[in-house]
């Protein structure tokens, strides 16, 4: 603003007269000082000040590299942390998003569901987490200064075996390995798109690149046959004698036919 800041005092002075608050004048100035010269304790947390306008522009590049990938490859981001720890993250998100925005399809979410936990002991909460969590791609993010706080250090410690022994179980992808094991080595590999490539769209897929680009026209015309395949659904579905009016439609020539 062109002027700054303006003070009015005056609905104060039938609680406070102007002889009191000229007192508190030498406090004021004292903490004000105090604060934006960093000399007095905690003077090493007061990077607030300057925001937005100086900040490590560094580690926030680095916070943006991680936010996308986490966006490309989870379905969850589970952000465990308690009290101002995990606050400021929750108040962001709830500020800027839908307030049912887990409930949102992913088409309108564009991004993962956020799920806040380690902010209390019981097992249940997580329990039921773990629930909801079962079968989907999960991200982490520990939000703790000393990594001994009781509530998010039970709850990273349990999901931290979770995910390790998660990670043991990569046998389901299809390798040049694998594929060495068929007839000649020459097995057909089909798979509905899209998939997950290792090196190409993840770092750890479904199927080596290799395996997939020796296939990838045969695969691609296998699912193009996908809207034919929905097509016979939905008309197997709707007529009690498809053979017959299909052959009644190839007799007059009909290209559609309502049930």
């Known amino acids: 603003m062109k002027n700054g800041l303006s003070l009015d005092l005056s609905k104060v002075q039938p609680y406070a007269s102007l002889a009191e608050l000229d007192k508190m004048e030498g406090m004021v100035n004292f903490a004000h000082n105090t604060v934006h010269e960093g000399t007095g304790a905690g003077s090493d947390f007061l990077g607030w000040l300057d925001l937005p306008v100086n900040y490590d522009k560094e580690e926030f590049a680095r916070i943006k590299v991680a936010a996308n990938k986490i966006k490309e490859n989870s379905d ?107 007839k000649d080595g020459k097995a057909l590999y089909l798979h509905c798109l899209p998939a997950d490539i290792t090196g190409v769209s993840c770092e750890e897929g479904e199927v080596d690149a290799t395996v997939f680009d020796r ?45």
């Open 76 to 182: 969850v981001l589970i952000v465990i942390g308690i009290g101002g720890s995990y606050l400021g993250a929750r108040a962001a998100i709830e500020g800027l998003t839908n307030n049912f925005y887990n409930m949102l399809p992913n088409n309108a979410r564009k991004t993962p569901k956020v799920f806040f936990v380690g902010n209390n002991i019981s097992s249940t909460y997580i329990s039921d987490l773990f629930e909801a969590i079962e079968g989907l791609d999960v991200s982490v993010n520990v939000i703790s200064k000393s990594g001994t706080t009781l509530e998010p250090a039970i709850t990273f410690r349990t999901l931290k075996v979770l995910l390790e022994e998660n990670g043991k179980h990569k046998d389901w992808a299809c390798t040049e390995e694998m594929m060495s094991l068929t």
């Open 215 to 259: 296939y990838r026209v045969p695969l691609y015309k296998e699912a193009s046959y996908k809207p034919y395949v929905i097509a016979a659904m939905i008309f197997l579905s709707k007529f009690k004698n498809p053979v017959e009016t299909l052959k009644e439609l190839e007799r007059k020539g009909t290209d559609r036919v309502q049930p």
